[in-house]
């Protein structure tokens, strides 16, 4: 499986946009890009995803370049509610039997 | 959208004794649930696969006599903390996946979490 790097943290405001970076170099051709949201005390939420260019939901898009070596998960104005860890996963396989391997994540602070 | 349950949510035992989480699927058949814990401040790490049917494959570094996973039926897995010893304190979460969700999907379904204490 794919190594994910992404921040350790990053601080917003609320109403502000926020994109959170993820690096996959070693990305494989039939790898796709998955973003999961948790809140403290809770499991996590898929959020979105994407194996190229762009996608969009209606909680946040997803960007990925050509190359596939990295992806942006971008979040629309954001809100205080939206304060959680943030975990890119690249995965392979069959998706139905597939298991997600976690990385650190990205610790999202947003304040008012 | 999908709904995990586990129960319970939180649970204290003494140091010794064995405690079972239970991981249901609320809405389908799961035929593949995962069991991961996570330590304060840290991320997820997988411990096992549940196979409905079948045996639990687990990750390396996780004890399979410790941790007993029981895939008795489509909708409900079970973990088995045997022995728990304080650090066996941990969240434990499951996750199930959906088979009607498509072949490349990658969205699990993850249960709230179980807070135990071994004291």
């Known amino acids: 499986l794919a190594k994910t790097t992404q921040p350790i943290s990053m601080d917003s405001y609320e109403g502000q946009e926020v994109n959170i970076t993820c690096s996959h170099n070693?990305?494989?051709?039939?790898?796709?890009i998955t973003w999961y949201q948790q809140f403290p005390s809770q499991g996590p939420r898929f959020i979105i995803q994407?194996?190229?260019t762009k996608v969009t939901n209606e909680v946040a898009s997803l960007f990925i370049p050509a190359d596939r070596k990295s992806s942006t998960l971008s979040l629309p104005r954001v809100s205080l509610s939206d304060t959680a860890v943030y975990y890119c996963?690249?995965?392979?396989?069959?998706?139905?039997?597939?298991?997600?391997?976690f990385g650190q994540g990205t610790t999202l602070q947003v304040k008012p | 959208g999908a709904v995990v349950s586990q129960h319970p949510s939180r649970v204290i035992c003494k140091s010794g004794t064995s405690v079972k989480i239970e991981c249901r699927s609320l809405?389908?058949?799961?035929?593949?649930m995962f069991w991961y814990r996570q330590f304060p401040k840290k991320s997820l790490m997988l411990m096992a696969t549940?196979?409905?049917?079948?045996?639990?494959?687990?990750e390396q570094g996780v004890e399979k006599d410790k941790f007993l996973i029981n895939h008795a039926s489509l909708t409900l897995s079970t973990l088995t903390v045997t022995s728990a010893h304080p650090e066996d304190s941990s969240f434990y979460i499951c996750?199930?996946?959906?088979?009607?969700?498509?072949?490349?999907?990658?969205?699990?379904?993850f249960g709230p979490g179980t807070r135990l204490t071994v004291t």
């Open positions: 996750s199930a996946v959906n088979p009607d969700r498509g072949s490349h999907s990658y969205e699990q379904y």
């Open positions: 070693n990305i494989a051709t039939n790898d796709y």
């Open positions: 994407g194996y190229k």
């Open positions: 996963l690249v995965g392979v396989g069959s998706s139905n039997t597939g298991k997600l391997i």
């Open positions: 809405d389908f058949q799961a035929t593949t």
């Open positions: 549940s196979n409905e049917g079948s045996k639990a494959t687990y």
